[in-house]
T-cell receptor, first 112, second 113 residues
Framework: GENVEQHPSTLSVQEGDSAVIKCTYSDSASNYFPWYKQELGKRPQLIIDIRSNVGEKKDQRIAVTLNKTAKHFSLHITETQPEDSAVYFCAATLNQGGKLIFGQGTELSVKP | EAGVAQSPRYKIIEKRQSVAFWCNPISGHATLYWYQQILGQGPKLLIQFQNNGVVDDSQLPKDRFSAERLKGVDSTLKIQPAKLEDSAVYLC???????????FGPGTRLTVL
């Protein structure tokens, strides 16, 4: 079945530095790739997503890139701030409105 | 726009007891999902409804878990009897017919002792 691997599991950066989180997926038919941010004890919140017909998408300090050939996608956060500290999950899905297959999560810590 | 509502927020039970969780999706959202999130892991889908029909329940432990969405709006997830390994956060999410975006509720944290 579909599987999503996410690395690293933990990431510590200094405020102002960039952070990169990488995910690989197993099913080449996957066509939608969202990223969720989950603060401690709170719900996952969508921060950015990308579809398989697009290679890159940006929204202010965050960007996502997709390499369909290699079956991997990455989250890039620039000019990190302490409030970016959270667990980030990547996910993939085969069909519109279908179930999300989540990665294992990356705990990002931004030190002031 | 009101978000996905869930209750209760926390529940502590003894093993072999029963428990039920409730979810009210965003108004007008036809698709409703129940995910299980074990500590330190990503959410895992238990069951997906489209209106009041089941689309995917392949990972639902049907010997102890059940879910329903009788009127195509709110939904309940039940565990009977609970096991220690059921300790997790149970997240409900919903999406409309026209987008992939899933919006999550605050979750119910279940502790089985």
């Amino acid at each position: 079945g579909e599987n999503v691997e996410q690395h690293p599991s933990t990431l510590s950066v200094q405020e102002g530095d960039s952070a990169v989180i990488k995910c690989t997926y197993s099913d080449s038919a996957s066509n939608y790739f969202p990223w969720y941010k989950q603060e401690l004890g709170k719900r996952p919140q969508l921060i950015i997503d990308i579809r398989s017909n697009v290679g890159e998408k940006k929204d202010q300090r965050i960007a996502v890139t997709l390499n369909k050939t290699a079956k991997h996608f990455s989250l890039h956060i620039t000019e990190t701030q302490p409030e970016d500290s959270a667990v980030y999950f990547c996910a993939a899905t085969l069909n519109q409105g279908g179930k999300l297959i989540f990665g294992q999560g990356t705990e990002l810590s931004v030190k002031p | 726009e009101a978000g996905v509502a869930q209750s209760p927020r926390y529940k502590i039970i003894e093993k072999r007891q029963s428990v039920a969780f409730w979810c009210n999706p965003i108004s007008g959202h036809a698709t409703l999902y129940w995910y299980q999130q074990i500590l330190g892991q990503g959410p895992k889908l238990l069951i997906q409804f489209q209106n009041n029909g089941v689309v995917d329940d392949s990972q639902l432990p049907k010997d102890r878990f059940s879910a329903e969405r009788l009127k195509g709006v709110d939904s309940t997830l039940k565990i009977q009897p609970a096991k220690l390994e059921d300790s997790a956060v149970y997240l409900c999410a919903s999406s409309s017919d026209y987008t992939d975006t899933q919006y999550f509720g605050p979750g119910t944290r279940l502790t089985v002792l």
